[in-house]
């Protein structure tokens, strides 16, 4: 009889992982990310800039501001408690900022590269330093947010830049560097006005598709294969969530600013060769003077090695330095990995730079 | 035969087998039927694997007993296909040429995988993680290579092109459509939230203005002791002011002594010579 119930129980027992796994595929993860307590300092359009807090007591004067991508969603910045990066920062005693783009509507369709470098980024670096009562800070720059914060670097390269950490960060779109999107990105095969004037913003599906394409077998079978074996083993579900949560939580990506990204960098390489010009300002590299960290992932299959050492040849930096992490693109900020490798080379190398 | 029996018969793992064989020999004649021109043999792969899987059979058929072992049915089975698809890369066309090697690849590491320690798992999840494993490098690759084929991307890019127009056509259909219901449509939501943008753009422009003016005259030590030495000189020049001005005040009194000391004298100068005159 009790061998019976034991079946039993265990029969109900596969059921409800069942319906929870089949719940989860269809409804999608839910998780609580992002966190860390924080104040929103300053709002402009769309964009936020966070304070975050914390009851470390602050060691370092010199602020560190995050600059997020424009595509995809920042709190993979600050993921979830125990793994975020902003947390482990506040952490080791440094006052940590992110500016986060937020999601553009398709009022937005016309923001380039100019609006948020010139705009933006000024605007919120001078919000940084006048609430954190600092004269200089340190730009923190992730994926495309590290390629804009570069060219910011690059335009106002004096005070108050102290420094500049950038994590998997392209500068070099030479199309036999870049994958598949220096394939895809090709005059021949992309023509980004066909999207804008169809859709205004790159529809956030979209934007998905071209990014979960890149690995597909990964990204649409064998995220699902993990699900089911945390599921049924009974292993911890948060971190598989939170990070499938931010992997299918995809935003639209301005038009404008795709269209520069496509033809300007990918098709065109104008960083590289100098050519890059925002409002007839031409954005030169090697005017960036400030101490310069480049963290790149040896397996990062959006951003490839070659494409982000090439900012160390580019910048006049002479402090400088490179770090090649075992990891992908994801994997380099979040995960055992990261708080192993990268977040204390990150923590190590600026605390002296910020005194 | 009862539906009751039909159904038992139905599960027959021999007769299982032969189904499926039946119905994957349908499907890969016709998959392959479509590239005739390229194929020499349009039918060759689908001769091979017949003949390999109908040898398979065979043996199974003679020997029944081989069917309650999973483990040597797989093997079989994962030989038939490895055979198959090695003559089919050899043949050499394109598509073929692309996923036969992949496939193969991930016949052969399956067999590994899911016959790891000699037996078939008997957890289905487990079964499924071990392919997974097995067929998941091999698929990658092979997606890889067809994402980067020119044929698929010619194909992709036209593909989106046509969407594209379908969808321009559809919005501005919609567009009107619902203009001439006078209900707002999404243009018309995007220019009052466009009119918004801008409005928080100019407060935000003021904000800085605001802001730059009350930080601009931020006071630092320097700025400090520079108007605390002005303070302190425009004091001594008002100390001696107030000397100058005790001074003056002092002449002025002297002077006022002075006039009213003269008229005094004047007076008692005159005052005699009255009193004498009157005197006289």
Same mark, same amino acid.
């Given at each position: 009889?009790?061998?019976?119930?034991?079946?039993?129980?265990?029969?109900?027992?596969?059921?409800?992982?069942?319906?929870?796994?089949?719940?989860?595929?269809?409804?999608?993860?839910?998780?609580?990310?992002?966190?860390?307590?924080?104040?929103?300092?300053?709002?402009?359009?769309?964009?936020?800039?966070?304070?975050?807090?914390?009851?470390?007591?602050?060691?370092?004067?010199?602020?560190?501001?995050?600059?997020?991508?424009?595509?995809?969603?920042?709190?993979?910045?600050?993921?979830?408690?125990?793994?975020?990066?902003?947390?482990?920062?506040?952490?080791? /005693?440094?006052? =940590?900022? +992110?500016? @986060?783009?937020?999601?553009?509507? $398709?009022?937005?369709?016309?923001?380039?590269?100019? #609006?948020?470098?010139?705009?933006?980024?000024?605007?919120?670096?001078?919000?940084?330093?006048?609430?954190?009562?600092?004269?200089?800070?340190?730009?923190?720059?992730?994926?495309?947010?590290?390629?804009?914060?570069?060219?910011?670097?690059?335009?106002?390269?004096?005070?108050?830049?102290?420094?500049?950490?950038?994590?998997?960060?392209?500068?070099?779109?030479?199309?036999?560097?870049?994958?598949?999107?220096?394939?895809?990105?090709?005059?021949?095969?992309?023509?980004?006005?066909?999207?804008?004037?169809?859709?205004?913003?790159?529809?956030?599906?979209?934007?998905?598709?071209?990014?979960?394409?890149?690995?597909?077998?990964?990204?649409?079978? /064998?995220?699902? =294969?993990? +699900?089911? @074996?945390?599921?049924?083993?009974? $292993?911890?579900?948060?971190?598989?969530?939170?990070? #499938?949560?931010?992997?299918?939580?995809?935003?639209?990506?301005?038009?404008?600013?795709?269209?520069?990204?496509?033809?300007?960098?990918?098709?065109?390489?104008?960083?590289?060769?100098?050519?890059?010009?925002?409002?007839?300002?031409?954005?030169?590299?090697?005017?960036?003077?400030?101490?310069?960290?480049?963290?790149?992932?040896?397996?990062?299959?959006?951003?490839?090695?070659?494409?982000?050492?090439?900012?160390?040849?580019?910048?006049?930096?002479?402090?400088?330095?490179?770090?090649?992490?075992?990891?992908?693109?994801?994997?380099?900020?979040?995960?055992?990995?990261?708080?192993?490798?990268?977040?204390?080379?990150?923590?190590?190398?600026?605390?002296?730079?910020?005194? | 035969?009862?539906?009751?029996?039909?159904?038992?018969?139905?599960?027959?793992?021999?007769?299982?087998?032969?189904?499926?064989?039946?119905?994957?020999?349908?499907?890969?004649?016709?998959?392959?039927?479509?590239?005739?021109?390229?194929?020499?043999?349009?039918?060759?792969?689908?001769?091979?694997?017949?003949?390999?899987?109908?040898?398979?059979?065979?043996?199974?058929?003679?020997?029944?007993?081989?069917?309650?072992?999973?483990?040597?049915?797989?093997?079989?089975?994962?030989?038939?296909?490895?055979?198959?698809?090695?003559?089919?890369?050899?043949?050499?066309?394109?598509?073929?040429?692309?996923?036969?090697?992949?496939?193969?690849?991930?016949?052969?590491?399956?067999?590994?995988?899911?016959?790891?320690?000699?037996?078939?798992?008997?957890?289905?999840?487990?079964?499924?993680?071990?392919?997974?494993?097995?067929?998941?490098?091999?698929?990658?690759?092979?997606?890889?290579?067809?994402?980067?084929?020119?044929?698929?991307?010619?194909?992709?890019?036209?593909?989106?092109?046509?969407?594209?127009?379908?969808?321009?056509?559809?919005?501005?259909?919609?567009?009107?459509?619902?203009?001439?219901?006078?209900?707002?449509?999404?243009?018309?939501?995007?220019?009052?939230?466009?009119?918004?943008?801008?409005?928080?753009?100019?407060?935000?422009?003021?904000?800085?203005?605001?802001?730059?003016?009350?930080?601009?005259?931020?006071?630092?030590?320097?700025?400090?002791?520079?108007?605390?030495?002005?303070?302190?000189?425009?004091?001594?020049?008002?100390?001696?002011?107030?000397?100058?001005?005790?001074?003056?005040?002092?002449?002025?009194?002297?002077?006022?002594?002075?006039?009213?000391?003269?008229?005094?004298?004047?007076?008692?100068?005159?005052?005699?010579?009255?009193?004498?005159?009157?005197?006289?």
């Amino acid at each position: 009889m009790m061998e019976k119930n034991a079946t039993s129980s265990e029969l109900w027992d596969f059921f409800d992982k069942y319906a929870e796994g089949v719940k989860t595929i269809v409804e999608g993860a839910q998780a609580d990310t992002g966190q860390t307590p924080k104040e929103v300092i300053w709002t402009k359009n769309k964009a936020k800039l966070y304070h975050y807090q914390t009851e470390t007591e602050k060691k370092y004067p010199v602020p560190v501001l995050l600059i997020y991508a424009l595509v995809n969603r920042s709190y993979i910045l600050d993921l979830m408690p125990g793994n975020s990066f902003v947390e482990f920062l506040l952490g080791e /005693g440094f006052d =940590v900022y +992110m500016l @986060d783009w937020g999601i553009p509507g $398709k009022e937005d369709k016309d923001m380039s590269f100019e #609006n948020y470098i010139l705009d933006y980024m000024p605007r919120a670096v001078k919000k940084v330093l006048r609430n954190s009562q600092a004269e200089e800070l340190t730009l923190f720059g992730y994926c495309m947010g590290g390629t804009m914060s570069v060219m910011y670097a690059s335009l106002f390269p004096d005070k108050p830049l102290k420094n500049l950490v950038l994590l998997a960060t392209p500068t070099d779109f030479t199309p036999e560097n870049a994958g598949l999107y220096g394939l895809w990105f090709s005059e021949k095969y992309q023509d980004p006005d066909v999207i804008v004037d169809t859709f205004g913003n790159v529809p956030a599906n979209l934007a998905y598709t071209g990014t979960a394409m890149l690995r597909p077998m990964a990204n649409y079978v /064998g995220s699902y =294969v993990t +699900m089911w @074996d945390l599921l049924m083993k009974e $292993k911890p579900m948060g971190g598989w969530r939170a990070m #499938n949560k931010w992997a299918n939580d995809p935003i639209p990506v301005p038009g404008a600013a795709y269209k520069q990204w496509i033809e300007d960098f990918y098709q065109q390489n104008k960083l590289v060769k100098g050519e890059m010009k925002l409002r007839g300002r031409r954005v030169d590299l090697s005017k960036i003077k400030c101490p310069v960290l480049n963290l790149a992932g040896e397996k990062d299959h959006l951003v490839f090695r070659p494409q982000a050492e090439a900012t160390m040849n580019l910048i006049g930096s002479e402090d400088k330095e490179s770090v090649i992490l075992d990891a992908g693109h994801v994997g380099l900020v979040m995960g055992r990995g990261a708080k192993k490798d990268l977040w204390p080379q990150v923590s190590n190398w600026l605390a002296p730079r910020s005194e | 035969m009862s539906e009751g029996e039909k159904s038992r018969a139905n599960t027959d793992p021999l007769e299982l087998w032969r189904q499926w064989y039946d119905m994957s020999l349908g499907a890969w004649a016709n998959l392959l039927g479509g590239n005739e021109e390229t194929y020499g043999d349009p039918y060759g792969l689908y001769r091979s694997w017949f003949d390999n899987l109908r040898n398979v059979r065979e043996k199974l058929e003679e020997s029944p007993a081989e069917t309650t072992n999973p483990y040597e049915t797989w093997w079989q089975w994962t030989e038939a296909t490895i055979e198959t698809w090695r003559r089919a890369a050899e043949i050499g066309t394109r598509m073929t040429g692309l996923i036969a090697p992949r496939w193969m690849e991930i016949v052969g590491e399956a067999q590994k995988q899911i016959l790891d320690g000699g037996n078939l798992p008997t957890d289905p999840l487990d079964f499924y993680a071990r392919l997974y494993n097995a067929a998941s490098g091999p698929l990658t690759k092979m997606t890889d290579d067809i994402l980067r084929d020119e044929a698929f991307l010619e194909i992709s890019k036209r593909s989106l092109d046509y969407y594209a127009i379908f969808d321009s056509i559809f919005r501005r259909a919609s567009e009107e459509y619902f203009s001439n219901l006078q209900l707002p449509t999404t243009s018309d939501m995007t220019q009052t939230a466009g009119l918004i943008v801008a409005l928080d753009d100019k407060v935000d422009r003021i904000e800085e203005v605001l802001e730059d003016f009350e930080h601009g005259y931020k006071a630092t030590a320097e700025t400090i002791d520079t108007l605390e030495e002005r303070l302190d000189r425009v004091e001594r020049r008002l100390d001696q002011l107030d000397r100058v001005e005790s001074k003056l005040d002092q002449l002025l009194a002297a002077r006022g002594t002075s006039s009213d000391g003269g008229a005094q004298t004047e007076a008692s100068r005159s005052a005699p010579q009255e009193e004498s005159g009157s005197s006289t």
